[in-house]
């Protein structure tokens, strides 16, 4: 099946710097993929579809020009986390669809990333 | 709004069947439900979906009932590696974004 890598998988920054956040999908294309956003003992919340060569569309509450979302290529998202505050530590995961024919209109995961702000 | 609805905790024994159903009284005909699990601190796994027929794989069974509006995931014989936040998942209607749900936390018991 198709795999997503995700980088890195564990990030502490200090309060006021930028984080990105890379979404790679391995030996398949994808021109859409998404971001999740998880708080512990949570699910899974959805914070944006990111779309190769145009903007990324955001769900409602989450700030645009806070989590910048660049989907240059075919096979690479970013998520950067802006002025980045304690509160904005979580676990951030992306997706793209899945390339296995059994799963119809199915997504893999990537493995996450543990963003901590001090 | 397609959601799915999960009991948020159940335990069952190692080596015994495990059942974890989820109510999608909402969800459209032609939507498929999808079964992912997380393992604490990593990404989603697929598991299983389904549209009206029963499926099985080699990692569990899935039993849609005749009208859609709930479903069963069976893992047949479960291990303690099996301890894991299940989600069962369907669509937002019309696109190719996932509703999670809240999930159903397994304990698998030695």
């Known amino acids: 099946g198709a795999v997503v890598s995700q980088h890195p998988s564990r990030v502490i920054c200090k309060s006021g710097t930028s984080v990105k956040i890379e979404c790679r999908s391995l030996?398949?294309?994808?021109?859409?993929m998404f971001w999740y956003r998880q708080f512990p003992k949570q699910s899974l919340m959805l914070m944006a579809t990111?779309?190769?060569?145009?903007?990324?569309?955001?769900e409602q509450g989450v700030e645009k020009d806070k989590f910048l979302i660049n989907h240059a290529s075919l096979t690479l998202s970013t998520l950067t986390v802006t002025s980045a505050h304690p509160e904005d530590s979580s676990f951030y995961i992306c997706?793209?669809?899945?390339?296995?024919?059994?799963?119809?209109?199915?997504?893999?995961f990537g493995s996450g990333t543990r963003l901590t702000v001090v | 709004d397609a959601k799915t609805t999960q009991p948020p905790s159940m335990d069952c024994a190692e080596g015994r069947a495990a059942n974890l159903p989820c109510n999608h009284s909402?969800?459209?005909?032609?939507?498929?439900v999808y079964w992912y699990r997380q393992i604490h601190s990593q990404g989603p796994q697929y598991i299983i979906h389904?549209?009206?027929n029963n499926e099985t794989n080699e990692m569990a069974s899935l039993i849609i009932t005749e009208d859609r509006k709930s479903s069963t995931l069976i893992l047949p014989h479960a291990t303690l590696r099996d301890t894991a936040v299940y989600y069962c998942?369907?669509?937002?209607?019309?696109?190719?974004?996932?509703?999670f749900g809240t999930g159903t936390r397994l304990k698998v018991l030695a």
């Open positions: 909402t969800i459209s005909g032609n939507e498929y």
């Open positions: 030996d398949f294309q994808a021109t859409t």
């Open positions: 389904g549209l009206k």
């Open positions: 998942i369907v669509r937002f209607p019309g696109t190719y974004k996932y509703i």
């Open positions: 997706s793209a669809p899945s390339l296995d024919r059994q799963i119809t209109y199915g997504y893999t």
């Open positions: 990111s779309n190769e060569g145009s903007k990324a569309t955001y």
